[in-house]
């Protein structure tokens, strides 16, 4: 994603937000261009721009290059006119990169450690900064555009996705898949396979009718902190990845209830997808994840991407998965510390309760930047937030347990 969109999409709220507490400072004293960009080709860097219709784009070479190959979900097209049953389709994202094993990061790591408070010394020292290098490795990591990658698809036989464009990430639609019962899944599996060091990639197949979870990540079912650059550092860096306590139990109870699909939308930067992926098969119900269209090889791109223009970005990602499920019947969950509320409301009124059926939002208290003083939790930002969605639509909890009720009720609509 460019950077001058995400700053001219930025909302009053996230300016107000960001400066409170002193993003831009912060990013500014973080380690920039940490990968090698000037190792890659002329010819790649200027070919790149033509995306999916380069011509001078080569398949990645597996002794030097990888790829992450993203979850995705699979739908039947639905049109407003009678029509037969379309073919399964979904959009198959890959990220491309060179191989960066060992790459030198002592200095970013120093500066890390510093910032988020770990002592001068010591065995604490040692350990903090060895899993903040190992974590760092998804940053320095040098992207490869205009790349390919052959994938072995269940049905279809070998197919082949990409080149990536600018942010080495390519994004296509794959018709004809192989037919399959709502709710099932199939492995998307490089060739050769040693080419994914993160494992294959599952497309979720979703039906045009049922009900569609939309889920926020970052302090909605994941501690984040993301309201403080350092909270937000020490909890990617060096914090082991801590579900919200309570949110594991209300979504396993969702899903037996509803059978949902499960869409894990957060602005985060492809970069993170090693990272979060493991954390949501664990805590989580199987899902796609999406992130952000951007591999940032400087820190402060990265605080930018989760606190910068994220109420536009949420809401073109909605748009995109409405036109892929507008039959299904929507829950959408989020928190009060970026602008869930203000993507949510927006969205309700773009679509309707035909398509949005409950919209609840986590108000996060006790971390900085959130207490009931600021404007964030206060009444009538969610008020406003939600101007002309019906007040039995939202709801504001604190604790997941305030939401079985309200759950429960769902099973009739």
Not at 134 to 140: G, I, M
């Amino acid at each position: 994603m460019d950077k001058s969109r995400q700053l001219l999409e930025e909302t009053s709220l996230e300016r107000t937000s960001r400066g409170d507490s002193n993003f831009s400072s912060v990013e500014r004293s973080l380690p920039h261009a940490m990968g090698a960009p000037f190792s890659i080709p002329l010819l790649d860097r200027a070919s790149s721009w033509l995306g999916l219709h380069n011509p001078l784009a080569h398949p990645l070479d597996p002794a030097t290059e990888e790829v992450w190959l993203l979850d995705n979900t699979a739908y039947r097209p639905v049109h407003f006119y009678p029509h037969a049953e379309q073919p399964w389709q979904a959009e198959y994202v890959v990220a491309y990169f060179k191989k960066n094993i060992g790459k030198d990061v002592s200095d970013a790591v120093a500066n890390i450690a510093d910032k988020i408070g770990l002592g001068n010394k010591g065995e604490d020292r040692a350990q903090g900064e060895k899993t903040i290098s190992e974590r760092l490795q998804l940053f320095v990591a040098t992207i490869a555009p205009a790349r390919t990658v052959d994938v072995r698809l269940p049905g279809l036989g070998t197919k082949r996705l990409g080149p990536g464009g600018r942010s080495a990430v390519s994004e296509q639609i794959v018709t004809n898949l192989s037919s399959q019962p709502d709710g099932a899944s199939i492995s998307i599996e490089a060739i050769p396979a040693e080419t994914t060091p993160h494992g294959h990639g599952t497309t979720h197949f979703a039906a045009p009718e049922g009900w569609l979870v939309i889920s926020d990540i970052d302090d909605s079912i994941k501690v984040t902190l993301t309201p403080s650059p350092i909270g937000i550092l020490r909890s990617t860096f060096l914090s082991t990845p801590t579900p919200i306590p309570g949110m594991p139990a209300l979504y396993t109870h969702l899903n037996a209830l509803l059978s949902p699909t499960w869409i894990y939308l957060s602005a985060s930067p492809y970069n993170l997808y090693p990272f979060l992926h493991p954390f949501l098969l664990t805590h989580y119900p199987p899902g796609t994840t999406l992130l952000r269209d951007a591999s940032w090889q400087d820190l402060g791109g990265f605080l930018a991407s989760l606190t910068q223009g994220t109420e536009a970005y949420k809401t073109s990602r909605i748009k995109h998965l409405h036109g892929m499920l507008p039959k299904r019947k929507v829950i959408c969950v989020g928190d009060s510390t970026q602008s869930d509320p203000e993507a949510y409301g927006d969205m309700y009124r773009v679509f309707g309760g035909g398509w949005i059926k409950r919209i609840f939002i986590r108000k996060v208290t006790g971390v900085e930047g959130m207490d009931d003083a600021g404007e964030k939790n206060q009444g009538e930002r969610f008020e406003r937030a939600f101007r002309g969605v019906p007040r039995g639509v939202w709801n504001v909890f604190e604790e997941p347990g305030e939401l079985y009720g309200e759950v429960e009720g769902l099973r009739g609509v």
